[in-house]
């Protein structure tokens, strides 16, 4: 993931709101640090720790976190920590078996029907578990003739319905970009389905654009719109009615979250993110299981904790609201279920 730089960049682009969050995005812990009345951290592997994958937090995402609470759920998926820095057996670089599934420098196809093209290596938050954050985006950024040709991979192979514009996050470049994608895709007979894979609502709720919600219908594709909330207290500030007014556009809207320790290791937790997701016309999708990446065992639930969870949220919650609890293996033919 790198810091939004590059052609299709919305950063300088335009001067709409959402931009200039995230110009002004907090770029380091020690800022970080310091406007959430925290002391600083003081240990040299933080440095190795960020090099390759610096802060990036957003102050509309920063203002939702508790001051002084160096534990906030928030603030613990975007601080770097000196653990991801010491090596773990069974974290690697790949844990997903992306390179191998590349169609082309930036489409993976690991599914049937469906296929995850990367448009941009930038998002609007680096959260420290991403586990593309050794993903090699230098080699592969969708810009110019790249994404050209993936649509023309995507035109020669009738078996794809389905295309995920994923990245790095598709909504960190601008609308009219966004747009030409549409309208390259929609030319292809066999492609029915647009799923737009973003976090960027969460992070900054003004992301969603009127012209963006025009986007989303205005085409012969279907879309649908998955984003990522992990915590309840990320649909505050203005986010669930973002998320809403999509749904309210006959956009399917599902949430895809990560079993983090210390984040949302909790009955109470899930169950309350669920309900505020229901709220809002968001359908929970998946609850995944950590990828192990390189840097991240930190982030760990046990998988027999995590059954435990799922069980407790079956117990309270109507079936609809409980997400499906999954983990992506190299080379199976789907997200595997767990339990
Ligand atoms: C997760 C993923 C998908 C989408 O899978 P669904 O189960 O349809 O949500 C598609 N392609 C790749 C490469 C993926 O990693
Ligand atoms: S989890 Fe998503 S939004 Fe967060 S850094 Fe990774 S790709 Fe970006």
């Not at 919305?10 to 380091?28: D, F, H, I, L, N």
């Not at 937090?57 to 601080?79: H, I």
């Not at 295309?163 to 492609?191: F, K, N």
Request: glycine share 6%; aromatic share 6%; charged share 20%.
């Amino acid at each position: 993931m790198a810091i939004v730089t590059g052609s299709h960049s919305a950063v300088g682009a335009t001067a709409e709101p959402w931009c200039q969050q995230m110009k002004t995005a907090v770029r380091s812990s020690e800022e970080l640090l310091r406007l959430l009345d925290l002391p600083p951290l003081c240990d040299e592997r933080l440095e190795s720790a960020v090099a390759s994958f610096p802060v990036f937090v957003p102050r509309n995402f920063l203002a939702k976190m508790k001051q002084g609470d160096p534990s906030d759920p928030l603030l613990k998926q975007v601080l770097p920590s000196p653990a991801e820095t010491e090596p773990f057996i069974g974290f690697q670089a790949d844990p997903v078996g992306d390179t191998s599934a590349q169609l082309e420098p930036f489409l993976l196809k690991k599914y049937h029907g469906r296929t995850l093209l990367i448009t941009t290596g930038a998002c609007a938050i680096h959260c420290r578990y991403c586990f593309r954050r050794h993903y090699p985006y230098h080699e592969a950024t969708g810009q110019g003739d790249a994404l050209l040709q993936a649509v023309e991979r995507i035109r020669e192979d009738d078996s794809i319905d389905e295309v995920i514009l994923s990245g790095g996050d598709p909504l960190t470049l601008v609308d009219s970009r966004i747009e030409e994608i549409y309208q390259s895709l929609a030319r292809i007979s066999h492609v029915r389905r647009l799923r737009i894979h973003t976090r960027l609502p969460i992070v900054i709720p003004e992301r969603v654009t009127h012209l963006l919600r025009d986007i989303l219908v205005k085409t012969r594709l279907k879309t649908v719109f998955v984003v990522h909330v992990n915590h309840p207290r990320e649909l505050t500030g203005g986010v669930g009615p973002a998320l809403q007014s999509i749904a309210s556009l006959g956009v399917p809207v599902l949430n895809q979250s990560v079993l983090l320790s210390e984040v949302n290791d909790s009955i109470d937790t899930l169950s309350q993110l669920s309900l505020k997701l229901i709220d809002y016309s968001v359908m929970p999708y998946y609850l995944h299981q950590l990828d192990r990446v390189q840097g991240s065992h930190h982030f760990e639930v046990a998988r027999s904790r995590g059954l435990k969870l799922i069980e407790g949220l079956r117990k309270q919650l109507p079936g609809y609201a409980v997400p499906r609890y999954v983990c992506e293996e190299p080379g199976a033919a789907h997200k595997t279920p767990i339990g």
